[in-house]
């Protein structure tokens, strides 16, 4: 069962290198500041910006002020590479980073606010640095440690295009870890242990189905739990994943095919398809409001509920263009992407500086270093996460309410999210030109019963079985609750 807290958490994606720049403790060693690319230059694939957690640390009251409660940190331990998914040292946070210090003392202030953070688990493959890996390199058959690997030959070929062992999209720079090892396993799973024990709040999962054995996710789950139950696992799996989701595996995976789905949605045909399909994403196909809603009637009835509401909803992350280029910088329509996925069952999740609007295309133009300047921000983008992570956390349908569907006509979309007594009434008007508001209830409200516009503040009535209401702006949401 996945813990209560995910239901109530807004999580926000940090890309550590490029988030912020914070100042350690004096005298603690640090890298040489000028050999940092600079902050605003285009990323490059082995460049390196700086940010650390000492800057996440700093940007918290910024994130809290939005009303993100959640941490999702992509990798932080030790590594040769920007993106430190290359892990040489599992038990040590990268020193650019700040080091074990740093993630200290991140956990104790985030939990002094009551935020959660959840770390990047990369235990498929590791770094050519890893001391197993290079202890093999240097003793070959010799080495206590061959038998972790899937090798094929030696001497390795490890700075060839073409290694002679098993490597994570035979990239000679990941070689990918042999779990049926006893003892490689063993030491996965210790390290699952230690960072639960020092207080991390769960686990992303790097591309879990690339470890093809499901005993290995049962007894990282048994392990994970046994220290601490409210620990959250969840998975980077990008389609159908009932495989790991019938409660011995994974609490929830990332959830793609929702975003894809709010995308097509909302992007229609202004989205740009080419850029997506160049990714993860895949072709994103354009939906009206129906065949919108029958995409979410099936990701919906493929989980248990408690399944459902766990879910990491995402549309873009450190793995897609962002969604600012994906909408070609139509403000309106990013602003409505996001503030639908805030009303839709699962814990939204945003990727850092998608907030305000930050552009990017493909790895690595997608991980630029965070904008500061709130000159350049898209403000209406951050009015609508702050307004909408509002509106969830007083709003407990929101965050536990069931989806019933009341209305979808090309781009015009209605449906409640229903909890015991309590219940709210989304529409959803994703065209260029207004909509009047006349929603059947399906039983949801009385006759006579007055609703609000949460968001508007506009007052609505119930009149034979319709919620009636003024206009709709174009690229806009409403939520309509019951006033007593």
């Given at each position: ?114 935020m959660r953070v959840i770390l990047d688990g990369v235990f498929n493959h590791c770094g050519r ?250 403000t209406p983008i951050r009015e609508t996460i702050q307004r909408m992570a509002a509106l969830r ?92």
């Amino acid at each position: 069962m996945a813990p209560d807290w995910v239901k109530d958490a807004v999580f926000y994606q940090i890309f550590p290198d490029r988030f912020r720049i914070g100042q350690g403790p004096l005298g603690q060693p640090t890298p040489v500041r000028g050999a940092f690319e600079p902050w605003e230059a285009p990323p490059t694939l082995r460049g390196f910006k700086g940010g650390n957690l000492w800057g996440v640390i700093e940007g918290l009251d910024y994130l809290q002020e939005l009303g993100f409660n959640a941490l999702y940190l992509c990798p932080v331990f030790s590594s040769t590479a920007n993106h430190r998914y290359h892990t040489s040292d599992y038990f040590q946070v990268d020193p650019v980073l700040g080091g074990n210090e740093a993630l200290k003392s991140l956990l104790e202030e985030a939990h002094r606010r009551g935020m959660r953070v959840i770390l990047d688990g990369v235990f498929n493959h590791c770094g050519r640095a890893h001391f197993a890996f290079q202890h093999v390199m240097e003793n070959e058959a010799a080495s206590p440690y061959r038998d972790w690997f899937h090798i094929y030959k030696f001497p390795l070929a490890a700075y060839t295009k073409h290694p002679n062992y098993a490597a994570w999209w035979n990239n000679p720079e990941l070689p990918k870890f042999n779990t049926s090892s006893p003892e490689c396993r063993a030491y996965l799973f210790r390290v699952a242990e230690y960072w639960i024990e020092q207080g991390i709040d769960g686990w992303r999962l790097d591309v879990p189905n690339e470890i093809d054995d499901d005993e290995f996710w049962r007894e990282f789950r048994r392990r994970v739990k046994a220290i601490n139950p409210e620990a959250y696992i969840v998975g980077e799996i990008w389609d159908d994943a009932s495989r790991w989701l019938q409660g011995d595996q994974f609490d929830a995976v990332m959830n793609y095919p929702l975003g894809r789905a709010v995308l097509g949605f909302v992007g229609g045909e202004a989205l740009d398809k080419d850029l997506a399909a160049r990714s993860g994403l895949g072709r994103v196909e354009t939906l009206g409001a129906l065949a919108f809603h029958h995409r979410l009637a099936d990701l919906f009835s493929r989980y248990r509920w408690e399944v459902v509401t766990a879910q990491m909803n995402l549309m873009t992350s450190h793995d897609t263009p962002r969604i600012f280029s994906l909408m070609r910088g139509q403000v309106e329509r990013v602003s409505l992407a996001f503030a639908l996925l805030f009303t839709l069952p699962g814990a939204p999740m945003v990727y850092y500086g998608d907030e305000v609007g930050m552009p990017g295309g493909h790895d690595p133009d997608n991980r630029r270093g965070m904008i500061w300047d709130p000159e350049r921000w898209q403000t209406p983008i951050r009015e609508t996460i702050q307004r909408m992570a509002a509106l969830r956390r007083s709003l407990v349908p929101l965050r536990y309410g069931r989806y019933q569907y009341l209305y979808g006509q090309d781009g015009h979309l209605a449906f409640a999210r229903l909890h015991g007594g309590e219940s709210v009434v989304v529409a959803v008007n994703a065209t260029p030109e207004p909509w009047r508001i006349q929603i059947p209830l399906h039983g949801t409200w009385s006759r006579g019963e007055r609703a609000v516009d949460l968001i508007s503040g506009r007052e609505g009535r119930c009149v034979g079985g319709y919620l009636e209401d003024g206009l709709l702006e174009p690229f806009s949401l409403g939520v309509w609750q019951v006033q007593g």
